[in-house]
């Protein structure tokens, strides 16, 4: 038989996998254009009918009752004075359906202010209603391809690979791509084989492949003899009791804890809370994919209240959206891409769309330790803005009646001009170092590019000196790493010798950082006899 033709390139994550390929030519089709004005398929407006001839099937087949319940939620689907409302908020700069949801709420709060028992129960009507419109406007998805192939391509966003279903296997074979993009992160962190940067080339359909992620190569043809298929990969599960409660102790005595990093919620099923010290960082924008996500309240505080839950008591930090770069939100168009109007910035220029979140976090704060984390702040007034709109969302809440706490507010340290002058975010109750971005603005290179690779290593010793540099600004708060660079046993020693106890890595990581801690003396020197 032939020998198989084989690729040579870059590995991006680990393992190996043997499938037919997807080739996917295009990118992926999002079907959320809810853009103001726009009155295409998946808008707001037709989602709104969408529901209502749901509702009128569903009132069809109920008794007379329920056929008023039903009755009254479509009249407040076409009532005026809701369409009157949005436009105004939309006329004032505000999203479509961040405006309809507002008017909405709007109406629920008059409804939940009434005298009567009978009007008040009413809000429970609508705001099922106005679930069940975001549900319709999210619920389309994005085209997905076969579980088990080996998806090849150009490139492939993120919210397309949280939605596949990987149980079955596969892998990712991409012609350009980053060891450092979010797509080669959320893979790392699910054990899905995946290689980067193999330049164009010729591949049928559906002919069989196989990829190997650590070695960085693509065998084409792979039915050819030797190569027999590999079944589906099973994430590596090994927890020392060296780590258990994520606390453990280093060489010389020393407590470091060791939290995950969290993508898609879903993962924290799989993984036994008792091994870590809870989570470090939990990537809201992988949860909150769509813009009808964001504004989806209920669904939002049921996401961080679950994860709340599942920490039991120990500390969940969520990072606020982080919308923008190789990130952007499905049917949203402000961000300007890596630089520029991302994270807290962009935030602050939609904060219909913080306000939500802050309402959600607020809500959700009552079941755990729960700490909010604001993405890619540069200067103290940003934190100052986000805390106004907590404090504002709050007296809302309260003025609604709705259980909440206040959680506490911290930083990542991902802007140089932020770790530089550290000390002046007294306004930041913790601290949080992301390396990936830091990394990516000290070498002034694109985090998509594929010779990321190369100027991160080489800027590796500039990020470091910085994170030192910045730790003796950190005036007592806590301090974690929940970078990429927390997960990589070579830079340990320097973390721990500029003083960081405390690291967030991706689950997969976790036993060889935790094993590689406890080999280490606090301040990075190698223990003797290790
Ligand atoms: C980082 O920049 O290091 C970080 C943790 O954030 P993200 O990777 O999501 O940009
Ligand atoms: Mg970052």
Not at 68 to 73: S, V
Not at 453 to 475: E, F
Request: with cysteine; proline share 6%; charged share 20%.
């Amino acid at each position: 038989m032939a020998e198989p033709r084989k690729l040579r390139a870059t590995g991006a994550s680990p393992g190996i996998a043997t499938g037919p390929v997807y080739l996917a030519d295009r990118p992926a089709l999002v079907s959320v254009p809810v853009a103001p004005g726009t009155s295409g398929p998946g808008t707001l407006a037709e989602a709104v009918e969408t529901a209502i001839s749901a509702l009128q099937d569903l009132a069809d087949r109920v008794d007379g009752d329920s056929r008023d319940i039903i009755d009254f939620q479509i009249e407040v689907l076409r009532d005026p004075t809701i369409a009157e409302m949005t436009e105004e908020r939309v006329s004032a700069g505000e999203h479509t359906v961040f405006a309809w949801v507002a008017a909405i709420d709007t109406h629920v709060a008059e409804l939940e202010g009434a005298d009567e028992e009978e009007v008040r129960a009413r809000a429970v009507d609508i705001l099922d209603m106005k679930n069940r419109v975001l549900g319709i406007l999210s619920g389309t998805p994005v085209e997905d391809f076969p579980a088990g192939s080996i998806f090849v391509g150009k490139d492939i966003e993120p919210s397309r690979f949280l939605g596949h279903d990987w149980s079955a296997g596969g892998g990712i074979v991409l012609f350009g791509g980053s060891a450092a993009g979010h797509v080669a992160l959320l893979a790392r962190a699910k054990s899905i084989p995946m290689v980067i940067g193999c330049g164009r080339f010729d591949v049928a359909t559906d002919s069989q492949v196989r990829i190997d992620g650590d070695a960085g190569m693509v065998f084409l043809d792979a039915q050819a003899e030797g190569l027999s298929p590999v079944p589906a990969r099973v994430p590596p599960h090994t927890d020392a009791a060296a780590i258990d409660h994520g606390s453990l102790q280093t060489s010389d005595g020393v407590s470091i804890q060791l939290s995950i990093n969290v993508n898609d919620p879903l993962e924290i099923d799989g993984i036994d809370a008792a091994t870590a010290a809870g989570i470090g960082l939990m990537r809201s924008e992988f949860a909150v994919r769509s813009l009808a996500d964001a504004a989806n309240e209920d669904k939002q505080f049921h996401i961080y209240r679950r994860a709340l839950e599942w920490a039991g008591g120990k500390p969940v930090t969520i990072r606020m959206l982080d919308i923008g770069g190789d990130k952007p939100l499905a049917g949203l168009d402000d961000d300007s891409g890596a630089m520029g109007m991302r994270g807290i910035r962009l935030l602050l220029a939609r904060p219909e769309i913080a306000r939500l979140q802050a309402r959600a976090l607020l809500r959700a704060a009552l079941f755990g330790k729960l700490r909010v984390l604001l993405p890619m702040v540069t200067f103290p007034s940003e934190i100052d803005n986000m805390r106004q709109i907590f404090a504002e969302e709050a007296a809302l809440l309260l003025r609604r009646k709705i259980a909440h706490r206040l959680p506490q507010i911290g930083m990542m340290v991902e802007v140089p001009a932020a770790a530089l002058m550290l000390d002046t975010f007294e306004n930041a109750e913790f601290f949080s170092f992301g390396t990936n971005d830091l990394a990516q603005y000290l070498a002034a290179s694109a985090r998509d590019g594929s010779d990321i690779r190369a100027y991160r290593d080489k800027a590796a010793p500039a990020v470091l000196r910085l994170i030192t540099q910045a730790m003796t600004l950190t005036a007592g708060k806590p301090v974690s790493i929940c970078g990429d660079m927390a997960g990589n046993p070579s830079f340990l020693p320097a973390l721990l010798a500029a003083g960081l106890r405390h690291f967030s890595v991706a689950p997969a990581q976790r036993p060889a950082i935790g094993s590689a801690l406890v080999g280490l003396n606090a301040d990075g020197t190698r223990a003797a006899g290790d």
